[in-house]
Nanobody, 115 residues
Framework: VQFVESGGGLVQPGGSLRLSCAASGFAFGVYDMAWYRQAPGQVRELVSS????????TYADPVKGRFTISRDDVKKTLYLQMNSLKPEDTAVYYC?????????WGQGTQVTVAS
């Protein structure tokens, strides 16, 4: 099992980024998936989830209305569109199953929001 996150970078407040997570080694399409993030000195937290059907999504309160999760089961890729970014969104972003049982974490992608 492998997750390869990409799309992070340095962006000014108010900017946008689109994160991608390429998954391999398991049946991506049958699992609920999620984005998580970990800021320096903080525990990893759930940002957003999407059901295996793609019909239902959830968002943490701090990102509601700004982030959009989606998935492409053919490409086995999870996406996170992030708009109106704030300095408090600065973190390393990871994807994984939305489950108490998770696979080995990938390396994540660093998102830094600063002027």
């Amino acid at each position: 099992v492998q997750f390869v996150e990409s799309g992070g970078g340095l962006v000014q407040p108010g900017g946008s980024l689109r994160l991608s997570c390429a998954a391999s080694g398991f049946a991506f399409g049958v699992y609920d998936m999620a984005w998580y993030r970990q800021a320096p000195g903080q525990v990893r937290e759930l940002v957003s989830s999407i059901t295996r059907s793609g019909t239902s999504t959830t968002y943490a309160d701090p990102v509601k209305g700004r982030f959009t999760i989606s998935r492409d089961d053919v490409k086995k890729t999870l996406y996170l569109q992030m708009n109106s970014l704030k300095p408090e969104d600065t973190a390393v972003y990871y994807c994984n199953r939305h489950s108490q049982v998770k696979y080995t974490w990938g390396q994540g992608t660093q998102v830094t929001v600063a002027s």
